[in-house]
Antibody, heavy 117, light 112 residues
Framework: EVQLVESGGGLVQPGGSLRLSCAAS????????MGWVRQPPGRGLEWVAN????????YYLDSVKGRFTFSRDNAKNSVYLQMDSLRVEDTAVYYC??????????WGQGTLVTVSS | DIVMTQTPLSLPVTLGQSASISCTSS???????????LSWFHQRPGQPPRLLIY???YRLSGVPDRFSGSGAGTDFTLRISRVEAEDVGLYYCMQASQVPWTFGQGTKVEVK
């Protein structure tokens, strides 16, 4: 059974940092692209970032480029999202997602990030 | 960026009847190699989204066959035949033909 378990969310002040983690199981992690999608409270979905199987390529939403860093550790079946210089508008539930055939075929339960003073 | 527009935003349905949601993209989703990457997701309150349909019309394993997807170019449709109570919630389309991958704003399906 595919499982994606996020952790690391919480309350942070504007300008602060958080590191999200996602532990994956139930599939061949090292052969799978991974991603993050976020959802502000009461609003729609927004793709944030993708990472290639070996971590050699990453893609980011323009509004997070230079502030967020997506990485992975295939030995630990985990991905990480380092979020720096956080803004109020980054407040959202962040979902770890598995890439399927040009889609997101599995989603974690999400972790809430709140940026507020 | 490609803008995805869903209609309607709210869809009251009668259990046992069919329902359709439209999704229109601001530009064609056909890639240079002729493929089209359009997905549909369902999200129940308090739950993460769940993939229903990918590549326009491919149903994910385990998704009931009352869900079907169709369309081409810029116009796509999700159809739910014989709506059941568990089908209520938000439905999102998403394009993956061009980075950044973008979602529609969501359609809320509720029982009349």
């Amino acid at each position: 059974e595919v499982q994606l378990v996020e952790s690391g969310g919480g309350l942070v002040q504007p300008g602060g940092s958080l590191r999200l983690s996602c532990a994956a199981s139930g599939f061949l992690f090292s052969s799978t692209w991974m991603g993050w999608v976020r959802q502000p409270p009461g609003r729609g979905l927004e793709w944030v970032a993708n990472i290639k199987t070996d971590g050699s390529r990453t893609y980011y939403l323009d509004s997070v480029k230079g502030r967020f860093t997506f990485s992975r550790d295939n030995a630990k079946n985990s991905v990480y999202l380092q979020m720096d210089s956080l803004r109020v508008e980054d407040t959202a539930v962040y979902y770890c997602v598995r890439h399927g055939d040009y889609t997101f075929d599995y989603w974690g339960q999400g972790t809430l990030v709140t940026v507020s003073s | 960026d490609i803008v995805m527009t869903q209609t309607p935003l709210s869809l009251p349905v009668t259990l046992g009847q069919s329902a359709s949601i439209s999704c229109t993209s601001s530009q064609s989703l056909v890639t240079s190699d002729g493929r089209t990457f359009l997905s549909w997701f369902h999200q129940r309150p308090g739950q993460p989204p769940r993939l229903l349909i990918y590549k326009v019309s491919y149903r994910l394993s385990g998704v009931p066959d009352r869900f079907s997807g169709s369309g081409a170019g810029t116009d796509f449709t999700l159809r739910i035949s014989r709506v059941e109570a568990e089908d209520v919630g938000l439905y999102y389309c998403m394009q993956a033909s061009q980075v950044p991958w973008t979602f529609g704003q969501g359609t809320k399906v509720e029982v009349k």
